[in-house]
């Protein structure tokens, strides 16, 4: 079965500092990767993508996330963190058993960045 | 400029009472989706439909139903067989031309039992 993993509930940062948050795959053939922002009462917006090509993908927002495949891992991260980047983060996969109609998204990471 | 409506944002449902959530897309995609969203939970596929008159059951379809009538609108209805149905519904719609296309959201309509 497809799957996706975020091991931290939460994640503190200070302002300024580099941030990682963390997502683990599972899925058979070739992964299509996605990584989603929510703010407060709102829906999720797309930061970004992997689908092929470059293990380093840029996205909204100054994000970024490596593909790894040999830890089937797809991180986000971000060189310097702003107060306003806290919010629920979701990374989410492509179900390829229901001809890539369906998403699974991962159960979500809060990210609290402190001035 | 393009993208999702939900309404209302907030709705209060009376024991035994049927209500319906609105979603209404004008970025001309074919697929649309709802999801429910529990806190700790992340997000739970409802029902989708790929194209108009077609829809197919989610994850968690028990207590609801859909409609595709036209390819922008994709009302979700919360029936009273529904026994826990107070979350946050999220609709979003995505482009058919493969798994790479991200999904758009609309804002979401908050659900709470009076």
């Known amino acids: 079965a497809q799957s996706v993993a975020q091991p931290e509930d939460q994640v503190n940062v200070a302002e300024g500092n580099p941030l990682t948050v963390k997502c683990t795959y599972s899925v058979s053939g070739n992964p299509y990767l996605f990584w989603y922002v929510q703010y407060p009462n709102r829906g999720l917006q797309f930061l970004l993508k992997y689908i092929t090509g470059d293990n380093l993908v840029k996205g909204s927002y100054g994000f970024e996330a490596e593909f790894n495949k040999s830890q089937t891992s797809f991180h986000l991260k971000k060189p310097s963190a702003l107060v306003s980047d806290s919010a629920l983060y979701f990374c989410?996969?492509?179900?390829?058993?229901?001809?890539?109609?369906?998403?699974?998204f991962g159960a979500g990471t809060r990210l609290f960045v402190k001035a | 400029d393009g993208g999702i409506t939900q309404s209302p944002k907030y709705l209060f449902r009376k024991e035994g009472q049927n209500v319906t959530l609105s979603c209404e897309q004008n970025l001309n995609h074919d697929a649309m989706y709802w999801y429910r969203q529990d806190p700790g939970q992340g997000l739970r596929l409802i029902y989708y439909s790929q194209i108009v008159n077609d829809f197919q059951k989610g994850d968690i379809a028990e207590g609801y139903s859909v409609s595709r009538e036209k390819k922008e609108s994709f009302p979700l209805t919360v029936t009273s067989a529904q026994k826990n149905p107070t979350a946050f519904y999220l609709c979003?719609?995505?482009?058919?031309?493969?798994?790479?296309?991200?999904?758009?959201f609309g804002d979401g309509t908050r659900l709470s039992i009076l």
């Open positions: 989410a996969v492509r179900d390829l058993n229901t001809g890539g109609f369906k998403t699974i």
């Open positions: 979003a719609s995505s482009g058919t031309t493969g798994p790479n296309q991200p999904q758009h």
